[in-house]
């Protein structure tokens, strides 16, 4: 099987601008430990897409790599090499409806996607929307509204674009702050606006397929807050080592949102009442970087499973990694 990889920050994605640094070292990250996991894997033909500025990035010797440079057309060629291939495994952000274009593209081509359809990926790419579609089905989640259906301040509050991916959100604490941003982010995109909440930042990793969940670990978020933002310091693999309370919640996700596929993140706020969903991440996300470490398994191995049937976790190990992401 010939797969090809795209992490659409390191691999030219931004070739045409300057490289934004947090999203890049997250980016490379994930990209390292797919190719690891690839790498592990008998019969595999595998290329990487890679911007011409991290042409020294280390990648396996057996890996083929592109390189994008500045007089690229990124997508152009990303959908060239998608024809290229069998398989094709994108990593992006949702923001500006990305990893929709790149998922619906490998869709259009007839090439196998190593991730969830399109539709998901739209769906989960939209906060308000997901959390209607999890409001319908019961699921507990944080309230959310849109920004411009919200006049009055109603108590500290996180503004984030609809579409964000970890980054972007701004903590409102008083009425004259919540009147200066809706100002200021008037006119310039859809944002929604969600009580701040008090409580443990999880994550959980977990494999989906027509409606079904294997749940692989639950990880705990570290965040600095810098001018009133939220940014992602390190994440703790496989912090918890019951995992039974989290299992029905995963499961009633799976079949709200069928179309996830393969492995996606789902990011909670675990209040001294409740387990609330803030987010659903239909892509890789940081904390599989630590995931063959922490649970001794080759979860690139077990999405592949999921195109013949069920996949066999057989965990060997079973400790607690932190994943530094500044």
Not at 2 to 21: M, Q, T
Not at 112 to 123: D, I, K, N
Not at 171 to 185: N, Q
Request: charged share 20%; aromatic share 8%.
């Amino acid at each position: 099987m010939k797969i090809l990889v795209f992490e659409y920050i390191s691999g030219g994605g931004c070739n045409r601008e300057e490289l934004p640094d947090s999203l890049a070292r997250e980016g490379l990250l994930m990209l390292k430990a797919l190719l690891e996991g690839l790498r592990e894997i008998p019969g595999l033909a595998v290329t990487v897409m890679l911007d011409v500025r991290l042409a020294e990035v280390v990648v396996p010797p057996n890996v083929r790599t592109v390189l994008i440079g500045r007089q690229d057309d990124c997508f152009i060629r990303f959908e060239q090499l998608v024809e290229q291939h069998d398989a094709v495994w994108p990593i992006a952000p949702e923001f500006e409806g990305i990893l929709f274009s790149l998922s619906n593209a490998v869709e259009r081509l007839g090439r196998t996607l190593l991730g969830s359809g399109s539709e998901a990926v739209r769906l989960a790419g939209d906060k308000y929307e997901t959390y209607r579609c999890l409001l319908c089905r019961q699921i507990p989640a944080v309230h959310t509204c849109r920004l411009e259906k919200v006049s009055v301040f109603q108590g500290e509050s996180i503004v984030k674009p609809v579409d964000g991916a970890g980054g972007g959100s701004c903590l409102i604490r008083d009425a004259e702050e919540f009147e200066r941003t809706v100002e200021y982010l008037q006119g310039t995109g859809s944002y929604i606006i969600q009580p701040h909440l008090y409580g443990e930042k999880t994550s959980l990793s977990c494999l989906f397929k027509s409606g079904r969940a294997w749940l692989l670990s639950v990880n705990r978020q570290e965040f600095d807050m810098v001018d009133n933002q939220y940014r992602l310091a390190a994440i703790q693999v496989n912090y918890r080592d019951d995992l039974s309370s989290y299992r029905n919640l995963v499961g009633h996700l799976a079949k709200a949102m069928p179309g996830l596929w393969g492995y996606a993140g789902i990011d909670l706020i675990e209040t001294a009442d409740q387990v609330l969903v803030l987010e659903v991440n239909p892509r890789l996300t940081s904390s599989f970087a630590g995931l063959s470490d922490a649970l001794g398994v080759n979860v690139a191995a077990l999405v592949l499973q999921l195109l013949q049937g069920d996949p066999v976790i057989r965990p060997s190990a079973n400790k607690t990694v932190t994943v530094q992401i500044k």
